[in-house]
């Protein structure tokens, strides 16, 4: 009963997503020459992350739909009567629940995060390709380096072109040449990376190198056809190499993920205590290393007078300009431990808020693939009790569920990231609220609350009978 409800939802949220993705990045693929199995690749590795939303809004939608209906044509009101409780209905699609988040468990630590790096390095290519040889007429084309190119009339099918003007700077910008045709053509050679143009009856215009003693030599040929090769393998779409890439948050698995985790928080308790041992060691430092430079100059102590111990150890039988010198070097020394230890503290910092932003990513990944199960624990009591199964109102209570949860979900996220809460609590509390929701409605309808008065009702009513009375 769920399965096909669900998979029918799941097709729909996936074309609406994929088709929200086309139109936000056609500008991107468009114009660019990209070959058509490298934009499928691009859709195909985009389905994981539209997956991961899709996924608990079908099961949200779908147990709705036919829990709803279940009420809606009087069937649970049958079921109900002849003894069998809520559990013996809801437990079946439970377990469909546990499946589907036991699969995104796996999906969402497993394959999304390849998905994610793979779709990250092809858009890096897609972005660094240059647009194709594409001509516009009456438009100046400058994409073919040392080359300019005019036309004012061009026939997209045939490639026909008409009152062509070229110039060419491969002599440089002094000596440039200047092509002009009445009519040309543009054919591919060796499989894009070169184009031809043949240009009919038209003059080249140029200056050519003299002798040193004698200017440059204006020259013009007329032609009845002129062949120019330019080379544009600049435009080839060039794959990046996988094992190069560096990989994020968001492109690394979970196991990944917790090992680097391990790494920030054993390397940060480690710079701690050697933070905590360089405080503790900064007093003796101070006092005895200035003095043991200086002992081989020094008189024998002099007898303690009424400054403090330390000044005492520290200037003992010195004499005014050693003393300070003494003074000096201890506080170079104080400012750079100074230094030391904020550099220290910068370091631990920095690495605090990348273990907490990678450890926010490993539970983010378990608590989504949990909302399956917990959107189905609500959706089911809740569809008993609304008694509706339209699409209007199932998709309405759907949607603030769905826009409820994940508003909390992003702001635990972003409170997390900035140490506001512990990961585990920004990216669980959004499920836990869920299940408390889901507690409640359960109870709600096992005790069957509905055909209960209500607490203000069963006031007003105790009031007035002792009124009464």
């Known amino acids: 009963m769920l399965p096909g409800p669900f998979l029918g939802w799941l097709a729909a949220l996936m074309f609406l997503l994929v088709l929200q993705f086309l139109i936000k990045h056609m500008p ?4 660019k020459g990209l070959p058509l199995p490298a934009i499928i690749e691009l859709i195909v590795y985009s389905l994981a992350y539209m997956l991961v939303l899709a996924v608990p809004m079908s ?26 409780s809520i559990l013996q209905i809801v437990w079946p699609a439970a377990i469909v629940g546990f499946v589907i988040s036991g699969a995104m468990v796996y999906f969402n630590t497993e394959v999304l995060p390849e998905a994610n790096f793979r779709t990250k390095v092809l858009w890096s290519d897609i972005r ?3 647009p194709g040889f594409v001509l516009q007429p009456g438009v100046f084309y400058d994409g073919i380096r040392k080359y300019s190119i005019l036309v004012q009339d061009l026939d997209p099918v045939s490639n026909e072109m ?42 080249l215009h140029s200056l050519e190198s003299a002798s040193e003693d004698r200017s440059d030599r204006y020259k013009r040929v007329r032609f009845a056809e ?25 492109t690394m698995r979970a196991v990944d993920m917790i090992a680097h985790v391990d790494s920030l928080r054993s390397s940060v308790t480690r710079q701690r205590e050697s933070m905590a041992h360089e405080v503790a060691m900064l007093g003796r430092r101070l006092i005895d290393s200035p003095r043991n430079e200086l002992l081989s100059e020094l008189p024998k102590p002099a007898a303690a007078g009424d400054s403090s111990p330390d000044e005492r150890i520290a200037t003992s039988g010195l004499n005014g300009e050693l003393t300070q010198i003494v003074y000096y070097r201890a506080a170079q020394t104080a400012k750079l431990e100074r230094t030391n230890i904020d550099n220290a503290g910068r370091t631990i910092r920095w690495q605090e808020q990348q273990a907490d932003r990678y450890s926010v ?37 759907a949607m603030g569920i769905f826009m409820f949860y994940w508003v909390s979900l992003v702001y635990g996220e972003k409170l997390s990231d900035r140490g506001k809460l512990e990961p585990w609590i920004g990216m669980w509390i959004a499920n836990a609220i869920a299940l408390a929701g889901a507690i409640y409605l359960i109870t709600y309808v096992v005790m069957d609350l509905r055909a209960t008065p209500s607490l203000r009702k069963r006031f007003l009513y105790w009031r007035k009978n002792r009124v009464k009375g």
């Open 28 to 31: 991107d693929l468009v114009g």
């Open 59 to 84: 099961v949200l939608i779908a147990t709705l739909m036919v829990f709803g209906k279940l009420a809606e044509n009087r069937s649970y009101a049958v079921i109900k009567s002849s003894g069998v």
């Open 128 to 130: 660094q390709k240059k």
């Open 162 to 203: 008409k009152d062509v003007t070229i110039f060419d700077y491969s002599e440089g910008s002094r000596k440039r040449a200047e092509i002009k045709a009445e009519r040309g053509e543009i054919l591919s050679l060796s499989g894009g990376e070169q184009i031809r143009l043949i240009l009919r009856n038209g003059e």
């Open 226 to 250: 002129h062949r120019l090769t330019v080379s544009v393998d600049d435009f080839q779409f060039e794959r990046s190499d996988l094992s190069r890439g560096r990989r994020s948050d968001r």
């Open 361 to 397: 990513e490993i539970h983010k990944k378990y608590s989504i693939a949990l909302a399956c199960l917990i959107f189905l624990l609500i959706a089911a009591p809740l569809g008993l009790s609304i008694r509706k199964s339209s699409l209007a109102m199932t998709g309405a209570i």
